[in-house]
């Protein structure tokens, strides 16, 4: 089983701690996603995993092998995507996938095939020998998660993968990586959009200034951080000033779990469904408090659970 391990991983630079003792182990086939604001300590971990720089402190193994005192081994497996170079640009897939997999040490006979095999799997055969410096960012990228591939990798570390792409490029990495994720690989993958790893992702880990915050499959984590039995929440704005007598009013009506809000807003954490939701309206309506929106909050779980997280170690 593919296995990422971190005990007590520390970077330091200077007076900063950008990785702050980060314990974390990731096995199996799985998609995790890794979150933080910008300067968390993402890029640093992904780098320290692929031995691109040095701890302060701590180690890291791959499926059981330290990074870098048995380097070659632990990567053998690991395809990783982080700081990559731009590809020279007057090279095509073909030929630069094959250099890449000569320095891989993928041997001549095997070489050819192996290229010809990664290329179709991100969907690029028909641009296997144009010039990679007429293609667009997301035809770049494809090309970048085909070099992950070329050591038939159980496991792939990638950083930001969607960065910088539009909503189709965006779609396709996508795609690319839920298919990857069938192959029974592991995918370690730093991101910013929630949204994002909300869909491709099984887990996630959320760090801030250097710690982990949080670990595990996505439904425990976004859970853990709403009210205890909420489902949903309910936004509702009214002309009347919101209040705590107002407030324990709503919190007594069928399935409310707690209301927060003020100046006009509620925020209401819901444990119904649509009948309950449609109730949940009319009591409102008479209270006679002048309700004049009533809706689901846009936030997802996710968002909702990442903003209190960080909130709370601002
Ligand atoms: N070579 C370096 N020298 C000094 N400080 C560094 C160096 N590399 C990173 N840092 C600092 O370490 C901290 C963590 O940086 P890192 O790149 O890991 O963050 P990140 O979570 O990847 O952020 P982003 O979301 O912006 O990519 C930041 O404060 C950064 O400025
Ligand atoms: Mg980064």
New binding site residues.
Partial sequence: MPSIVMEQLS?R??S?M??DSLSLTLEGGRCVGFL??????????L?LLTDL?KPTSGKASINGYDVHTEKRRALERCGALVETPEIYPSLTPREALSLLAEMRGIRGGEREERVKAVIEEVKMEDWMDSRIGKFSKGMKQRINIASTLLAEPEIIIL??PTSGLDPRGMAEVREMIRSLKRKNILIFM?S?LLSEVQDICDDVAI?DH?KLLVHGPLSEVTSKFLPEGAKRTIDVQCSASVDDALKSKVASIEGVVSVDGGSGRMSIAFSGGSAAQAKLLEEMVKLNIGVYSFREATTSPLEETYMRLIKETL
Avoid: F, Q, R, W
Avoid at 40 to 45: L, Y
């Fill in positions: 970077k630079y200077g900063l950008a990785l933080g604001p910008n300067g968390a300590g993402k890029t640093t971990t780098k720089i950083d930001e730093s910013h760090v250097g």
